[in-house]
T-cell receptor, first 116, second 109 residues
Framework: DVKVTQSSRYLVKRTGEKVFLECVQD?????MFWYRQDPGLGLRLIYF???????EKGDIPEGYSVSREKKERFSLILESASTNQTSMYLC???????????????FGAGSRLTVL | EDQVTQSPEALRLQEGESSSLNCSYT??????LFWYRQDPGKGPEFLFT???AGEEKEKERLKATLTKKESFLHITAPKPEDSATYLC??????????FGSGTKLNVKP
């Protein structure tokens, strides 16, 4: 089974701090994604990457940046954390299935970030 | 506008009381529709992929069906361990995913 590992399950940070959320997948998937999940708003895409050193903005990239130096690792960076970034952050990966066109997303366990 | 709507938002069932969850979608160029289960404080866990209208998939007490406008997740004789939030997602062209807000299912013993 594909495993997507998020290094931190729970974090508490102060406003203005720089925050790193790390995600590693172990099955050579090409695509990696960062979502945030908030009650009533569902999952919203922050950034995604389809290759090493490549990144694309999602629906809500403001206040975030990402890094993908290696294929298996995708990091989400909050340059200066704010209280409205308190949320559950979910990393996901997918393998391009060229025959079907459908891409199953495999999620990590999530990182619950609280910004005080 | 591409979007996914799930209903109901919450559903309370007695153990053994069968029911269905709905996922309505308007998406251009559907590549696939996905159902996930999410337990509190955890990431979504993949259940099913449906590719085309008329397709059905089953897993234990769960059965997913797909039409051109909606999908249903049927739960037959649910047990308390089926309690979770069920998420629906659709994949459109260019690897774009749209998620519903989920249905929170609570099965009472």
């Amino acid at each position: 089974d594909v495993k997507v590992t998020q290094s931190s399950r729970y974090l508490v940070k102060r406003t203005g701090e720089k925050v790193f959320l790390e995600c590693v997948q172990d099955m050579d998937h090409e695509n990696m994604f960062w979502y945030r999940q908030d009650p009533g708003l569902g999952l919203r895409l922050i950034y995604f990457s389809y290759d090493v050193k490549m990144k694309e903005k999602g629906d809500i990239p403001e206040g975030y940046s990402v890094s993908r130096e290696k294929k298996e690792r995708f990091s989400l960076i909050l340059e200066s954390a704010s209280t409205n970034q308190t949320s559950m952050y979910l990393c996901a990966s997918s393998l391009i299935r060229r025959s079907s066109g459908a891409n199953v997303l495999t999620f990590g366990a999530g990182s619950r970030l609280t910004v005080l | 506008e591409d979007q996914v709507t799930q209903s109901p938002e919450a559903l309370r069932l007695q153990e053994g009381e069968s029911s269905s969850l709905n996922c309505s979608y308007t998406v251009s160029g559907l590549r696939g529709l996905f159902w996930y289960r999410q337990d509190p404080g955890k990431g979504p866990e993949f259940l099913f992929t449906l590719y085309s209208a008329g397709e059905e998939k089953e897993k234990e007490r769960l059965k997913a069906t797909l039409t051109k406008k909606e999908s249903f997740l049927h739960i037959t004789a649910p047990k308390p361990e089926d309690s979770a939030t069920y998420l629906c997602a659709v994949q459109a062209a260019f690897n774009k995913f749209y998620f519903g807000s989920g249905t929170k299912l609570n099965v009472k013993p």
